[in-house]
Nanobody
Framework: QVQLAESGGGLVQPGGSLRLSCAASGSITSLNVMGWYRQAPGTQRDLVAVMSSEGSTNSVDSVKGRFTISRDNAKNTVYLQMNSLKPEDTAVYYC??????????????WGQGTQVTVSS
């Protein structure tokens, strides 16, 4: 089992910045993917950015150049630095960890979510 502790989020004006953090604890395999998804009211939960334990990343086009994902493998923590925030970035942001063994997903864990609101 894996537990996730999210922090960050809040209210920010357009053009502002926020940093999200997510610390994972428990049975984390050496090969894993940690990242962030978001869900606005009335929409599905969508990928924002993810990063593997080997350093590869993937992110949605709408955040490229504005959001940066990073991680500290020693602390099993993933970060999302969000710059130049727009009102359309408003959503609940969820941390996600997928664990792998022998090439298969053996665990899929979600944080409780943190609200990000971009408004003047």
């Amino acid at each position: 089992q894996v537990q996730l502790a999210e922090s960050g989020g809040g209210l920010v004006q357009p053009g502002g910045s926020l940093r999200l953090s997510c610390a994972a604890s428990g049975s984390i395999t050496s090969l894993n993917v940690m990242g962030w998804y978001r869900q606005a009211p009335g929409t599905q939960r969508d990928l924002v950015a993810v990063m593997s334990s080997e350093g590869s990343t993937n992110s949605v086009d709408s955040v490229k150049g504005r959001f940066t994902i990073s991680r500290d493998n020693a602390k099993n923590t993933v970060y999302l630095q969000m710059n130049s925030l727009k009102p359309e970035d408003t959503a609940v942001y969820y941390c996600n960890v997928k664990t792998f063994r022998a090439g298969l997903v053996v665990g899929d864990y979600w944080g409780q979510g943190t609200q990000v609101t971009v408004s003047s």
